[in-house]
């Protein structure tokens, strides 16, 4: 007896289909998985023999052979028990198997035959889909994310058995009902009235909002760098739905989020020692990065000149591109990356430079640090922003704004900007202007490009120094409402900039 | 072996002769037993006037029989093709052209070493000559002075000496650079090549219309004795020293006092009396050094009062009205944003205000987001 049932494999954080199939003949007993599948494959035939007889079925006494198609693709994880010990029981005729030819099934068994929480339910969904299956047998613990996918329907068992249930129509399936948006994880998102004093860092982190752009926070230790870029993500624009499904599939994959649908924007700050591949995604098999993780969302950098170069490095390729492409062997990945970025680095090496005499550090220390923070990254810092240690009246005088406050400015400013970049699909935002577009969208009244030119004639700016000051001052502008860039706009961000090696730099 | 350098062997112009490119060689052959000297408590300068044979007794210890050796069979002329493959031009003390101020200094180097031309070098160190020199880890403020004073000396003609070190030494020079000034780099290595290396930058800009010079042959590594001996030639080779922020006991103070001993002018741009980094200069000016505010007095001390001028440099546009109080408050010593907003004064204002001056060159945003007015030559 032959019986054949879908079920997938996540690669990267995309489902490939992965068609189970079991032949049952007369010889000795045997059980046999064929089809490059890891460690966690081969030793799911104990799995599955286990299962099956402790949930009351009978595990067939001949010779069974297991193949997972196709045999080109490698399968990794425990994901297939369940697909594998039904098509057992379907080969030796204990479900019927022409129902299992409109499911898929995913999901881990224990030895006893309960299903166990496997993480990527949402991207099997998603492709059990755009496969054309009806149902999709999951674990209950994913049901509520599984059926964030339409057009599908969800069946939530706990056990084998109950699988078994399902497909034979005995017992109905539960499905689960309308996955209730938690609301609730934006509400304990760390909010701006919790700030006192830091006028300027509240300032760029609205501009950085409204345009998209990268910012870096400077700053000695302990004056709340940190605490700023947490609240970030707090007046970023609300995920649209098909931006949420995203985030929660990739989530999922990584096994960082279980159930329901992620809709507060995401915020990872991975620690400094972080890995090139754990940053941008790697290893084996290949697993989204911090960078795929903050997808939609913020990746914050404490204290960057720590970090290796190498994976500062690798992070240039998800910055332009907005995805990471991740080549294992003959098989290449691409992982979404499309994430603001907030560094935050002390001033200098002893982190005290700019507050009173405090500093000792000298010119090679000062230029040593650079050189740690330089290169491509910093390239595509549009701000630059030090945070001062707040004075005492202004920890005791009111928030200056809120996050409610500040978002609403924010989200007038994108919708500014969605208005104008219409049709100019390459950008999305401010932020994403090259240099082309910047020239058609960014319109400066006369004052204002007196002001650039005379900034640039003085050699005050570089050429790309120009190009992110039109950036920012455009995003300046749409934040107040104004469709002409004036030059006050403009000096604002040449004073927010970050300074590259070629303007204003120190003794030669 | 031969002893004092003998005038009559001396060599065709720009060449050094074989006497004194073997003293040379013996510099950089003792390199390390010059080390060793110094912390037995020598005292350089004497062992520089030593003729060659007493200074190897002196200084070589065990490693005398070899360096004895090498001494007798040194050959000059491979020692010359050596610089001129290095690029560097020599002159030596024997040559009538030897700058006459560095011939004054204890132990005249037997050779300079030129990158950047020997013509040009003797031109440059016969005009006034004027070293500047300072703290590695110089502040903002000093950094600044240097610049500035280098700037204006060079603008009004005088050839600006100084150590190409991290810091104040490499301030001046940039400076003069900037008004298109010639400088000289007196190296503690060979001139062949920058010391620090990181100022490579810095290096090609000086030789291309100024010089880089060392006592020591093309190859030779620096040595802790290289530092002090260099800064004898800097004050040997200038009408006047100038020192700008240096700690007690800081190699600056070496310069000063070799050009005491000289008797050449001496000035200091004073620091704060609480600030380590002036305890030096601080200390020269109570010992007499003149007070060194601007370039006016430093012409002043060379030329006598009002004789030369400094010329006016295009230091950036005139401030606006609204901006001067600005700047007078960044220079009051509120420095960084936070203290520049309230008082009637917007985050705006201040941002578009900062940036206005630091687009002129007024100011500079340093690291840690302080602002250091620009001072205009």
């Given at each position: 007896m032959?019986?054949?049932?879908?079920?997938f494999?996540i690669?990267?954080?995309?489902?490939?289909?992965?068609?189970?199939?079991?032949?049952?003949?007369?010889?000795?007993?045997?059980?046999?998985?064929v089809?490059l599948g890891?460690?966690?494959?081969r030793?799911?035939?104990?799995?599955?023999?286990?299962?099956?007889?402790?949930?009351?079925?009978?595990?067939?006494?001949?010779?069974?052979?297991?193949?997972?198609?196709?045999a080109?693709l490698?399968?990794?994880?425990p994901?297939?028990?369940?697909?594998?010990?039904?098509?057992?029981?379907?080969?030796?005729g204990?479900?019927?198997?022409?129902?299992?030819?409109?499911?898929a099934?995913?999901?881990?068994?224990?030895?006893?035959?309960?299903?166990?929480?496997?993480?990527?339910?949402?991207?099997?969904?998603?492709?059990?889909?755009?496969?054309?299956?009806?149902?999709?047998?999951?674990?209950?613990?994913?049901?509520r994310e599984?059926?964030?996918?339409?057009?599908?329907?969800?069946?939530?068992?706990?056990?084998?058995?109950?699988?078994?249930g399902?497909?034979?129509g005995?017992?109905?399936?539960?499905?689960p009902?309308?996955a209730?948006?938690?609301?609730?994880?934006t509400r304990?998102?760390?909010?701006?009235?919790?700030?006192?004093?830091h006028?300027?860092?509240?300032?760029?982190?609205?501009i950085?909002?409204a345009?998209?752009?990268?910012?870096?926070?400077?700053?000695?230790p302990?004056?709340?760098?940190t605490?700023?870029?947490?609240?970030?993500?707090?007046?970023?624009p609300?995920?649209?739905?098909?931006?949420?499904?995203?985030?929660?599939?990739?989530?999922?994959?990584?096994?960082?989020?279980?159930g329901?649908?992620?809709?507060?924007?995401?915020?990872?700050a991975?620690?400094?020692?972080?890995?090139?591949a754990?940053?941008?995604?790697?290893?084996?098999?290949?697993?989204?990065?911090?960078?795929?993780?903050?997808?939609?969302?913020?990746?914050?950098?404490?204290?960057?000149?720590?970090?290796?170069?190498t994976?500062?490095?690798?992070?240039?390729?998800?910055?332009?591109?907005g995805?990471?492409?991740?080549?294992?062997?003959?098989?290449?990945?691409?992982?979404?990356?499309?994430?603001m970025?907030?560094?935050?680095?002390?001033?200098?090496p002893?982190?005290?430079?700019?507050?009173?005499?405090?500093?000792?550090?000298?010119?090679?220390?000062l230029?040593?640090?650079r050189?740690?923070?330089?290169?491509?990254?910093?390239?595509?810092?549009?701000?630059l922003?030090?945070?001062?240690?707040?004075?005492e009246?202004?920890?005791?005088?009111?928030?200056?704004t809120?996050?409610?406050?500040?978002?609403?400015?924010?989200?007038?400013?994108?919708?500014?900007?969605?208005g104008?970049?219409?049709?100019?699909a390459?950008?999305a935002?401010?932020?994403?202007?090259?240099?082309?577009l910047?020239?058609?969208?960014?319109r400066?009244?006369?004052?204002?490009?007196l002001?650039?030119?005379?900034?640039?004639e003085?050699?005050?700016?570089?050429?790309?120094g120009?190009h992110?000051?039109?950036?920012?001052?455009?995003?300046?502008?749409?934040?107040?409402?104004?469709d002409?860039?004036?030059?006050?706009d403009v000096?604002?961000?040449?004073?927010l900039r970050?300074?590259?090696?070629?303007?204003?730099?120190?003794a030669? | 072996?031969?002893g004092?350098?003998?005038?009559?062997?001396?060599?065709t112009?720009?060449?050094?002769c074989?006497d004194?490119?073997?003293?040379?060689?013996?510099?950089?052959?003792?390199?390390?037993?010059?080390?060793f000297?110094?912390?037995?408590?020598?005292?350089?300068?004497?062992?520089?006037?030593?003729?060659?044979?007493?200074?190897?007794?002196?200084?070589a210890g065990?490693?005398?029989?070899?360096?004895?050796?090498?001494?007798?069979?040194?050959?000059?002329?491979?020692?010359?093709?050596?610089?001129?493959?290095?690029?560097?031009?020599t002159i030596?003390?024997?040559?009538?052209?030897?700058?006459?101020?560095?011939?004054a200094?204890?132990?005249?180097?037997?050779?300079?070493?030129?990158?950047?031309?020997?013509?040009?070098?003797?031109?440059?160190?016969?005009?006034?000559?004027?070293?500047i020199?300072?703290a590695?880890?110089?502040?903002?403020?000093?950094?600044?002075?240097?610049?500035?004073?280098?700037?204006?000396?060079?603008?009004?003609?005088?050839?600006?000496i100084?150590?190409?070190?991290?810091?104040?030494?490499?301030?001046?020079?940039?400076?003069?650079?900037?008004?298109?000034?010639?400088?000289?780099?007196v190296?503690?290595?060979g001139?062949?090549?920058?010391?620090?290396?990181?100022?490579?930058?810095?290096?090609?800009?000086?030789?291309r219309s100024?010089?880089?010079?060392?006592?020591?042959?093309?190859?030779?590594?620096s040595?802790?004795?290289?530092?002090?001996?260099?800064?004898?030639?800097?004050?040997?080779?200038?009408?006047?020293t100038?020192?700008?922020?240096?700690r007690?006991?800081?190699?600056s103070?070496?310069?000063?006092?070799?050009?005491?001993?000289?008797?050449?002018?001496i000035?200091?741009?004073?620091?704060?009396v609480?600030?380590?980094?002036s305890?030096?200069?601080?200390?020269?000016?109570a010992?007499?050094?003149?007070?060194?505010?601007?370039?006016?007095d430093?012409?002043?001390?060379?030329?006598?009062?009002?004789?030369?001028?400094v010329?006016a440099?295009?230091?950036?546009?005139?401030?606006r009205a609204?901006?001067?109080?600005?700047?007078?408050?960044?220079d009051?010593?509120?420095?960084?944003?936070g203290?520049?907003?309230?008082?009637?004064?917007?985050?705006?204002?201040?941002?578009?205000?900062?940036?206005?001056?630091?687009?002129?060159g007024?100011?500079?945003?340093?690291?840690?987001?302080?602002?250091?007015?620009l001072?205009?030559?």
């Amino acid at each position: 007896m032959l019986a054949q049932v879908a079920t997938f494999a996540i690669d990267g954080v995309d489902p490939r289909p992965v068609w189970v199939e079991v032949d049952i003949r007369s010889g000795l007993p045997t059980f046999t998985i064929v089809g490059l599948g890891d460690t966690a494959v081969r030793e799911s035939r104990d799995r599955v023999r286990a299962a099956v007889q402790n949930s009351g079925f009978k595990f067939p006494q001949s010779r069974v052979t297991a193949n997972l198609a196709p045999a080109s693709l490698r399968k990794v994880g425990p994901g297939f028990d369940a697909a594998l010990a039904l098509a057992v029981l379907a080969a030796s005729g204990q479900v019927p198997a022409e129902a299992l030819a409109r499911y898929a099934v995913y999901g881990e068994l224990s030895l006893g035959g309960e299903l166990r929480d496997s993480p990527g339910a949402l991207a099997v969904a998603e492709g059990a889909r755009r496969a054309g299956l009806e149902r999709l047998i999951v674990p209950v613990e994913r049901a509520r994310e599984a059926a964030l996918v339409e057009g599908i329907g969800i069946a939530a068992v706990a056990s084998l058995r109950e699988a078994a249930g399902v497909l034979s129509g005995r017992e109905p399936s539960r499905l689960p009902g309308p996955a209730s948006v938690a609301a609730a994880s934006t509400r304990t998102q760390p909010d701006l009235g919790d700030v006192r004093g830091h006028e300027l860092p509240l300032l760029a982190l609205q501009i950085a909002a409204a345009g998209g752009h990268h910012l870096l926070l400077e700053g000695a230790p302990g004056t709340g760098k940190t605490m700023l870029a947490r609240r970030l993500p707090s007046i970023l624009p609300e995920l649209t739905r098909a931006q949420a499904i995203e985030v929660t599939r990739i989530h999922s994959v990584a096994g960082t989020h279980a159930g329901g649908l992620i809709t507060a924007r995401p915020f990872r700050a991975p620690h400094h020692t972080i890995s090139a591949a754990g940053l941008v995604g790697g290893g084996r098999p290949p697993r989204p990065g911090e960078a795929s993780l903050a997808h939609h969302g913020v990746l914050f950098l404490d204290e960057l000149s720590e970090f290796q170069r190498t994976s500062l490095d690798a992070l240039r390729q998800p910055l332009e591109d907005g995805h990471v492409m991740i080549v294992r062997g003959q098989r290449a990945l691409e992982l979404p990356t499309r994430f603001m970025l907030v560094a935050a680095s002390n001033p200098c090496p002893c982190g005290f430079a700019g507050v009173g005499d405090r500093c000792g550090c000298g010119e090679v220390d000062l230029r040593r640090h650079r050189r740690r923070l330089s290169g491509p990254l910093l390239d595509r810092m549009d701000l630059l922003v030090t945070v001062e240690r707040p004075a005492e009246y202004e920890l005791r005088a009111p928030p200056l704004t809120t996050s409610a406050r500040a978002r609403e400015r924010v989200l007038a400013a994108r919708q500014r900007q969605q208005g104008r970049l219409d049709g100019a699909a390459a950008a999305a935002c401010n932020g994403e202007l090259d240099s082309r577009l910047a020239g058609r969208h960014v319109r400066l009244d006369r004052a204002a490009e007196l002001a650039l030119g005379a900034a640039y004639e003085r050699n005050a700016l570089s050429a790309r120094g120009r190009h992110r000051v039109l950036r920012v001052a455009r995003t300046i502008a749409d934040l107040d409402g104004r469709d002409r860039v004036s030059a006050a706009d403009v000096l604002m961000a040449v004073s927010l900039r970050h300074r590259d090696g070629a303007e204003g730099a120190l003794a030669a | 072996m031969t002893g004092a350098p003998d005038p009559e062997r001396c060599a065709t112009r720009a060449r050094a002769c074989e006497d004194c490119l073997r003293r040379s060689w013996l510099l950089a052959r003792l390199g390390a037993q010059f080390d060793f000297a110094r912390r037995r408590g020598r005292d350089l300068p004497l062992v520089f006037d030593l003729p060659d044979a007493r200074l190897i007794g002196a200084i070589a210890g065990a490693a005398r029989p070899a360096v004895e050796r090498e001494y007798d069979c040194f050959d000059a002329q491979a020692a010359a093709a050596r610089c001129i493959a290095a690029g560097v031009e020599t002159i030596c003390r024997c040559d009538p052209e030897y700058p006459r101020r560095l011939a004054a200094a204890p132990g005249p180097p037997a050779v300079l070493h030129v990158a950047g031309g020997r013509d040009r070098f003797l031109a440059l160190v016969a005009a006034d000559a004027v070293s500047i020199v300072g703290a590695r880890r110089g502040s903002p403020y000093g950094l600044e002075v240097a610049r500035s004073l280098g700037r204006s000396l060079g603008a009004a003609g005088l050839t600006v000496i100084s150590g190409m070190a991290l810091g104040i030494d490499s301030a001046a020079h940039a400076g003069t650079l900037e008004a298109s000034g010639a400088t000289v780099a007196v190296l503690p290595a060979g001139a062949e090549r920058p010391y620090p290396a990181s100022k490579r930058a810095l290096y090609r800009r000086i030789i291309r219309s100024g010089v880089a010079v060392s006592e020591l042959p093309p190859g030779s590594a620096s040595r802790r004795w290289t530092f002090p001996a260099r800064n004898r030639i800097i004050a040997a080779l200038s009408a006047m020293t100038v020192v700008i922020e240096a700690r007690e006991r800081s190699g600056s103070l070496i310069t000063a006092a070799v050009a005491e001993d000289l008797g050449r002018e001496i000035g200091a741009v004073p620091g704060r009396v609480t600030s380590a980094l002036s305890a030096g200069t601080n200390d020269l000016l109570a010992h007499g050094a003149r007070v060194v505010r601007d370039a006016r007095d430093v012409l002043d001390a060379i030329f006598g009062a009002g004789v030369r001028t400094v010329p006016a440099l295009d230091g950036g546009g005139s401030v606006r009205a609204e901006l001067r109080d600005l700047l007078d408050a960044v220079d009051g010593g509120s420095d960084t944003l936070g203290a520049l907003v309230g008082s009637g004064r917007s985050l705006e204002q201040a941002l578009t205000g900062l940036a206005e001056l630091e687009v002129c060159g007024r100011i500079r945003r340093e690291a840690g987001g302080r602002y250091v007015v620009l001072i205009r030559a």
